[in-house]
């Protein structure tokens, strides 16, 4: 699961970044300038990732022990206003959809699937003491607020994982003018983990590699489908050795699968010898599905292909000749 985990870190620190309303533009050559009086709207929240594990009818609160530990105060994030003036900020939640062989990642409602129904179960603690579906308060240059959520998971919860997006957002604050009037945001990504229902299973297809070549590259290609309620990792490996078993060449990694998705697993061995036999095995592991196959594979270009063909021809043509000679001595000899 290490890239499942990299993949959440990476979409977590790409989405948690914080913004700065005051910029400039400068010509190339020039350097920038740094004011450190201009006025810098910027937020940030934090953790960037937390786990909860869930079962139907949990309901999962300040105080309870299933929230995540990332934070003293369980569950809950923190907003800190990381610029040098105040602001109004809310926080709220949106679906965390990935989909497709690249993995592309939407936080829109109309993205939303099976896998993200966890943003609809999540509410926030406001400051009369009643869970709203978001949180809106005021920031001072400095200072950090701790926002508290709850997730009221229904009886018959989906089965395998759940992902939403928390986000810190920046309001502006409706001054008129002729400034341009933006916000910033900073997001965390949250993973919930169902008990008891998690399937992992997966799909091979499309799977071989090649065994002859009249020169260049050698390829293997796989296709993968996460049939599966979570997500978990393709691991493929693919070994190229000499009859002797001596190691020439070897590619081994893996690819972070989502429900749903299909995947193209391709390698390439691109510097392969001239010419040459070798034994190469191509394994494919995805969940429960398994590929792998070891073969003997040949590259043999095509003008060393002629000369065999030919020294073949000549053998042939001599064996024959040595034949026909050996025939009409013995005809002699009868004579």
């Known amino acids: 699961m290490k890239n499942i985990w990299k993949s959440l870190i990476l979409a977590a620190l790409v989405v948690a970044g914080t913004t700065s309303l005051a910029g400039a533009v400068y010509a ?8 450190e009086s201009a006025p810098r709207t910027e937020i940030a929240i934090s953790p960037t990732m937390s786990v909860v594990t869930m079962l139907g009818g949990d309901v999962i609160e300040r105080g309870s022990d299933k929230c995540p530990q990332d ?5 809950a994030v923190e907003v800190k206003n990381t610029g040098n003036t105040s602001y109004r900020f809310r926080v709220h939640v949106t679906p965390y959809s990935v989909s497709g062989e690249n993995n592309e990642v939407s936080f829109d409602e109309s993205a939303s699937n099976s896998y993200s129904q966890i943003a609809r179960w999540i509410s926030f603690l406001d400051d009369s003491g009643a869970y709203v579906d978001e949180y809106i308060g005021t ?5 950090s607020r701790t926002v508290y959520y709850k ?16 986000w810190a957002q920046t309001l502006g604050n409706g001054n008129s003018g002729t400034s341009v009037q933006t916000t910033g945001e900073a997001g965390m990504t949250i993973r919930g983990r169902s008990i008891g229902n998690t399937n992992r299973t997966g799909e091979i297809s499309d799977y071989g590699f090649q065994r002859f070549s009249l020169g260049g590259a050698l390829e293997a290609h796989a296709t993968v489908k996460n049939t599966g309620n979570t997500d978990y990792e393709i691991h493929y490996e693919y070994i190229a050795r000499t009859v002797f078993g001596k190691e ?3 590619e081994t990694d893996s690819i972070a699968a989502w429900p ?14 001239f010419l040459g036999i070798f034994n190469v095995e ?14 003997i594979v040949v590259i043999m270009p095509v003008f060393i292909m002629i000369l065999l063909i030919l020294l073949l021809t000549v053998i042939i043509i001599w064996i024959i000749i040595i034949i026909r000679k050996r025939k009409e001595r013995k005809a002699r000899r009868l004579v």
């Open 28 to 35: 190339e050559g020039e350097e920038e300038a740094i004011d």
């Open 248 to 250: 020439l060449y070897s």
């Open 282 to 295: 191509f394994k494919v592991n995805a969940a429960d599905a398994t590929e792998s196959e070891k073969h």
């Open 71 to 75: 934070l003293d105060a369980g569950c």
């Open 139 to 143: 920031l001072e240059p400095g200072e």
């Open 151 to 166: 997730i009221e998971v229904p009886d018959d919860v989906p089965g395998g994982a759940q992902y939403a997006a928390i």
């Open 260 to 273: 749903g998705s299909e995947y193209h697993v391709n390698v390439n061995w691109e510097d392969t010898p």
